[in-house]
């Protein structure tokens, strides 16, 4: 079993940046990838990148390469999703996502956090 706690979101100006964190807890964590998914009102969920115990991150979907970065810490457990120029359009829930094997499918995760609302005002 793996826990996963997000913090960090909340409401930011377009071109603005928000930092995420998810705090990983449970055993072996080393074996897990943990990833960032996220899903707008009305729209399917959308993967965002996922990393394993020694990265780099993968799997950045082109509407926020060069945008998003996601990395972990293992001495801290975390996992972190850094957002830069921020559009409106990336307005959503984001999740923390965990799985013992690696997908790029917004269902090849089995463990989820609670999820936080990110907010992008134009």
């Known amino acids: 079993q793996v826990q996963l706690v997000e913090s960090g979101g909340g409401l930011v100006q377009a071109g603005g940046s928000l930092k995420l964190s998810c705090a990983a807890s449970g055993r072996d964590l080393n074996t897990y990838w943990l990833g960032w998914i996220r899903q707008a009102p009305g729209k399917e969920r959308e993967f965002l990148g996922t990393v394993g115990w020694s990265g780099p991150a993968v799997g950045y979907p082109d509407s926020v390469l060069g945008r998003f970065t996601l990395s972990r810490d293992n001495d801290r457990k975390t996992v972190y999703l850094q957002m830069n120029s921020l559009k409106p359009e990336d307005t959503a829930v984001y999740y923390c996502?965990?799985?013992?094997?690696?997908?790029?499918?917004?269902?090849?995760?089995?463990?989820w956090g609670q999820g936080t609302q990110v907010t992008v005002s134009s």
């Open positions: 996502v965990a799985d013992l094997h690696f997908s790029k499918s917004t269902n090849g995760y089995e463990f």
